[in-house]
């Protein structure tokens, strides 16, 4: 699908989705990152793979660390943000628990470029991506604090273990590990976000049948998805 | 701790545990590849961090490449001989799958690098490393059938869902990822074998205790270690 850039001189017509010249840039910069590898990636590669100069890449973007920081914390963002939502919610405990992994799994599973496969990349560690850093550590304390409230609604009177709490965003991630494999096999297979959400529910000592927090799950993110248009 | 080489004319005192020059290079590349980046490190920077010349890192490995493939083949060899060995014993399923996921998140979290860090890099996927990308298949496949057969133990009526029997395969490699988050914040965190392997067979539908299979596993786990020896 091509379509020409609106309004602003450009050596080629538009090849890449996005509504503006930084979406192309970042979708450029995702494709080489996950398939290339950050390192091997140069600011002048994604330049011509968008079709513009380096120079008109360095307006939008200072570096190629300000790439992969915008690149990573996109992919937190949508999760956080429906985290905060839920926390508001009236919904049990176990209800807003299954549906921030089902969420968050199923953007992870249909997000164009897998780039969770970068959160292990050496180079994170460095201060400059502390910022990124920060929001995916908010986003994993959201799960455990969801994570605890479903522990204490699925059994009360049970002694708190918190290492257990951590595992349904642990368990969330996975979903990048699995499609890293797909991909490497030349598959696609996608991980199911209901099987993921199942699992973390049962992780925390759910034992009964899930059909009723799926149900429920589902209505939510149709409200949810209605909200944000 | 300092040894002097055996009988091998060395530039500098051995530095580096290992037995031989050769487990010296790899406990070198395994530093860093996982704390540079594989792409940053040349063959010489690893032959300048053992203190030996890089003709003679030559001598063990033809390129860094082979060198990859040498640590990751050793991050699966013990699980798969591990998973080999319970396939033949009288166990349970379900103890079997608990032993295996409890071993196998242990030597992950144990282990001197995390190079389980370095499964996602693109470069894996060429055919090089096809070797190493077999075996892994080979141990998620064990993992696989010990999941199946655990589910038919746990609930002999219900209808098999495959997709959940992948499930404790990529829960234990959270280890990595726990760990690797651990190293960003400066802590040393190491998450527990034994919440994993709860975790694993509770999303196989177990919903008793689970201190059998563990003081089983416990067991196992002494008996098999004194064979190795």
Redesign the interface.
Known sequence: MTTTGAGRPRLSTRKRPGATARDEILDAAAELF???????TSTRMIADAVGIRQASLYHHFANKDDLLTALLVGTVTSPLTFAEDMRESPEPAAVRMYALTWFDAQQLANSRWNLG?L???????TERFEPF?AQRGTLMDLYTAFARDALVQINPDAEL?L??A??PF??V??V???R?DA???GSSAS??PE?IA??SI??L?W?GSTTELASRTTALLDEYSGGQR
Chains 1, 2 share one sequence.
Not at 34 to 40: E, K, N, R
Not at 119 to 125: A, I
């Open positions: 996950t398939t290339g590898g950050f390192t091997s496969a959160y292990l990349l050496p180079e994170l560690r850093r273990d290492r257990i951590q595992l642990r368990l991630e996975t990048i590990n699995t890293s991909e490497a096999e991980p199911s099987v199942d699992a049962r992780i000592g034992t």
